[in-house]
């Protein structure tokens, strides 16, 4: 905790995910004790929100605009309980997320890094030192997954495997 406060004083892009973004906040609550006994936990005091851990466990896919991106995003949430802005500091209703400034936010969507628009925005202090064309992430993702595969095929006997998961 001490080494991402300070990296976030000494200027470092602080990004939180999901339980990330929770921690990232003024504290993280458990009234039900539904994680432990511990009712409340100070956060890292990074992010101006509060979490309430609850019963009920969202999971769905989501597609988003990202600082009004087009095209649209798109990820997953998969979590335990709601942020909510302190003192108003974000819009009413606005719970997916939380931007301090360019340097500084928390999200719960998962794969948020996988669109353009994330990382043109997290990158964007640095495009001096950037290529001018346009990076396609998802077909990078797709080529370290086909590479992946075949590392495994040549490496592994798949027929084995198969039978296994058979048995």
């Known amino acids: 905790a001490q080494s991402i406060v300070k990296a976030h004083k000494s ?5 939180g995910i999901c339980g ?4 990232m906040g003024q504290d ?3 009234p039900d004790h539904i994680e432990s ?6 956060g890292l005091g ?8 609850e019963k009920e466990k969202v999971t769905r896919q989501i597609r988003f605009s990202f600082l009004d991106s087009h095209p649209d995003c798109q990820g997953y949430e998969i979590h335990m309980g709601t942020t909510q802005p302190i003192d108003n500091y ?24 996988d669109n353009g628009a994330v990382i ?9 030192k950037l290529a001018d064309e346009e990076f396609d992430f998802a077909a990078f993702k797709e080529e370290q997954y086909n590479k992946l595969a075949d590392h495994v095929r040549k ?10 998961m058979e048995e």
């Open 37 to 42: 006994n511990i009712e409340r936990l100070p």
């Open 20 to 23: 990330g973004y929770q921690m």
């Open 90 to 113: 974000l819009e009413t209703g606005q719970t997916d997320g939380c931007f301090v400034n360019e340097k500084c936010f928390g999200t719960y969507i998962h794969g948020i890094l």
């Open 120 to 128: 043109d925005h997290i990158l964007k202090p640095y495009a001096d």
């Open 46 to 53: 990074l992010l101006p929100v509060s979490t309430i851990i």
């Open 11 to 15: 200027g470092a892009t602080v990004i």
């Open 28 to 30: 993280v609550c458990d």
């Open 155 to 164: 490496h592994v006997n798949m027929d084995v495997v198969y039978k296994i």
